[in-house]
Nanobody, 115 residues
Framework: QAQFVESGGGLVQPGGSLRLSCAAS????TGWFRQAPGKEREGVSC????????YYADSVKGRFTISRVNANNTVYLQMHSLKPEDTAVYYC????????????WGQGTQVTVSS
């Protein structure tokens, strides 16, 4: 069972920045997902530690950057130019696609973008 712990969320004004952290368990794929109130969980970004390849949803391209520090098995999601529509609970998991993951989810970290 994967053990992922998300942190770094908070309240930020539109246009602000946050960095989320995912203390992962050494899986080669780590994805960030988010779920806004009343909406389904969706994929945001993903990184493959084997080759460094990354994926971003169109809605966050150019604003979010995913990275990984292998020494401490931590994956980061640096978020800039945050918008109110980025408000959601953010989760990480050892997959890039929702359809590829059927394990349990952590508690996530709340990101609220509001003035």
């Amino acid at each position: 069972q994967a053990q992922f712990v998300e942190s770094g969320g908070g309240l930020v004004q539109p246009g602000g920045s946050l960095r989320l952290s995912c203390a992962a368990s050494g899986f080669p794929l780590t994805g960030w997902f988010r779920q806004a109130p009343g909406k389904e969980r969706e994929g945001v970004s993903c990184i493959n530690s084997n080759d460094g390849s990354t994926y971003y949803a169109d809605s966050v391209k150019g604003r979010f950057t995913i990275s990984r520090v292998n020494a401490n098995n931590t994956v980061y999601l640096q978020m800039h130019s945050l918008k109110p529509e980025d408000t959601a609970v953010y989760y990480c998991a050892p997959a890039c696609l929702m359809s590829d993951y059927n394990g349990s989810w952590g508690q996530g970290t709340q990101v609220t973008v509001s003035s």
